[in-house]
């Protein structure tokens, strides 16, 4: 069974880079789509982008210009840089898992990141 | 604003029938398969319904999912109380060469 898990600062100052890790075990990352995806407190969820094919990338046009997704074969694990951040960046950042048709089937628990001086 | 669109609120009483609505476009709905989530407060959200209607193995068939044209719906029968949650619709956007798109989710009240 995949499991994911996401790891990294939970607070950034504006202007920042926030930078965030997952960890995939129970499946290998060179398969599949891996997925951001972020819901600020008390709102719905954003599609960020994600990473497949070992390195290819897609992002949300709205965050196109400030977001880096690549992954660590090696480790097993994919990150997710989004530069100049604001308090509007606040927000619970999940890894995801899609691809065969199941888009968005595994999930991580979530980690809250707040944007703040 | 959600590309996709959703009530805010729905509700039922233990044993009923409820459905979510979600609606959206040619470029989104129209013309790609619909997928559901369920959001438990302060948890993850879960895998409910994949292309329109399958449900991964897990799922009970209380859940039902269906797409006619640019909307869809997520039926859940037999209402239970673990069913209150928030539930989000997603589906593939072919404009700006590709994205994906969320409802603004619907938080499902049992009384």
């Known amino acids: 069974q995949v499991q994911l898990q996401e790891s990294g600062p939970g607070l950034v100052k504006p202007s920042e880079t926030l930078s965030l890790t997952c960890t995939v075990s129970g499946a290998s990352i060179t398969s599949h789509y891996w997925c951001w995806i972020r819901q600020p407190p008390g709102k719905g969820l954003e599609w960020i982008g994600y990473?497949?094919?070992?390195?290819?990338?897609r992002y949300h046009p709205s965050l196109r210009s400030r977001v880096t997704i690549s992954v660590d074969t090696s480790k097993n694990q994919f990150s997710l840089k989004l530069s100049s951040v604001t308090a509007a960046d606040t927000a619970v950042y999940y890894c995801a898992r899609a691809g065969g048709g199941r888009p968005f089937d595994s999930w991580g628990q979530g980690t809250l990141v707040t944007v703040s001086s | 604003q959600s590309v996709l669109t959703q009530p805010p609120s729905a509700s039922g009483t233990p044993g009923q029938r409820v459905t979510i609505s979600c609606s959206g476009s040619s470029s989104n709905i129209g013309s790609n398969s619909v997928n559901w989530y369920q959001q438990l407060p302060g948890t993850a959200p879960k895998f409910l319904i994949y292309?329109?209607?399958q449900r991964p193995s897990g799922v009970p068939d209380r859940f039902s999912g269906s797409k006619s044209g640019t909307s869809a719906s997520l039926a859940i029968s037999g209402l239970q109380s673990e069913d209150e949650a928030d539930y989000y619709c997603?589906?593939?956007?072919?404009?700006?060469?590709?994205?994906?798109?969320f409802g603004g989710g619907t938080k499902l009240t049992v009384l």
């Open positions: 997603a589906a593939w956007d072919d404009s700006l060469n590709g994205f994906w798109v």
């Open positions: 292309s329109n209607n």
């Open positions: 990473v497949y094919d070992s390195g290819s990338t």
